[in-house]
């Protein structure tokens, strides 16, 4: 078993994975919290969108997918704000029409290969130096963001209507919070893939939410989650040759029925008042 982590790769996935698992562990936590799970699915798919412009034009991948999500959240952010009763069908079309044009875009671009499709499923296993320092520098800003306005989070999460009567702009908090969901989510694409990142913000966060009952132990025990499962993930890869984004989900999935069953049945026979 320990002979695998002398492979570079295995080494550059796991410290990959750490990372990530801090990303989503907060931004995923963030998006349960504020109820935006639905519309971080919507900017997730969208962001293949941007990662289509940048390899038709030959911009960097990462810069693409950045601009697009941004530029997608913001939209997103508008409508949750000013206009609530479209905003799901706003999703929806957003959803597919930036799965449509990253599709006919990568298709579109010389030299097309299957390397695309590791930002749809994930490929953990080929991170890069450079995706973890991309990681590094998100994460210790996100971890400054969150440390530095924990009490205004705290406040527009649980209680937005009162925290904006204490003059505190919610609303430009509602819009950064969103950029920095959409953000986390391209850092972190190549972990698991755009179409299933969805599962590595919610899952986790959702597990947390049971286990916790403060917004910053959700987003430690979030993190957890995800670390010990994308490490079984990697493990299962490895070893059984399955693809590596399934995997996780697949665990994360196991592990929140199993928690949710218990709970169930802990709630059932023994009653919070009788604790």
């Known amino acids: ?44 798919h969208s962001i293949y969108g941007g990662v289509g412009i940048a390899a038709f034009w030959g911009l960097p991948i990462l810069l693409g997918a ?18 609530k009763e479209r905003l799901d069908a706003l999703v929806g079309s957003l959803w597919a029409f930036g799965m449509a044009l990253g599709i006919i875009l990568v298709e579109l671009t010389p030299g097309y290969n299957k390397d695309f499709m590791g930002y749809l499923f994930g490929s953990i296993l080929s ?6 320092q991309y990681m590094v520098i998100f994460a210790c800003f996100l971890i400054l963001f969150i440390a530095l306005n924990y009490r205004v989070i705290i406040g527009i999460s649980y209680d937005s209507e009162f925290t904006q ?3 505190i702009h919610t609303h430009i908090f509602s819009i ?9 989510i391209v850092i972190t694409m190549r972990s698991v893939g755009i179409i299933l990142i969805i599962a590595l913000l919610s899952i986790p966060a959702y597990c947390s939410e049971i286990l916790t009952n403060s917004l910053v ?4 025990v979030s993190s ?17 040759d399955f693809q590596a984004g399934a995997s996780i989900v697949i665990l994360l999935s196991l592990f929140s029925f199993i928690l949710a069953l218990v709970y169930y049945v802990l709630n059932k026979f023994y009653p919070k008042k009788d604790l």
């Open 165 to 167: 009567l204490q003059g």
């Open 66 to 83: 950045t601009l697009f999500s941004v530029f997608c959240a913001i939209i997103l952010a508008y409508m949750l704000l000013y206009a």
């Open 1 to 44: 078993m320990t002979e695998i982590l002398e492979y570079s790769f295995i080494q550059n996935a796991i410290i990959g994975a750490f990372f990530t698992s801090i990303i989503c562990g907060i931004i995923g936590t963030l998006a349960v919290t504020n109820r935006m799970v639905f519309i971080s699915g919507g900017i997730a």
């Open 217 to 220: 132990k959700m987003m430690l």
């Open 224 to 240: 957890l989650i995800s670390f010990v499962c994308i490490l079984g993930g990697i493990s299962v890869s490895y070893f059984y």
């Open 176 to 184: 950064v919070l969103m950029i920095l969901i959409a953000i986390g």
């Open 127 to 132: 991170i890069t130096h450079n995706d973890i």
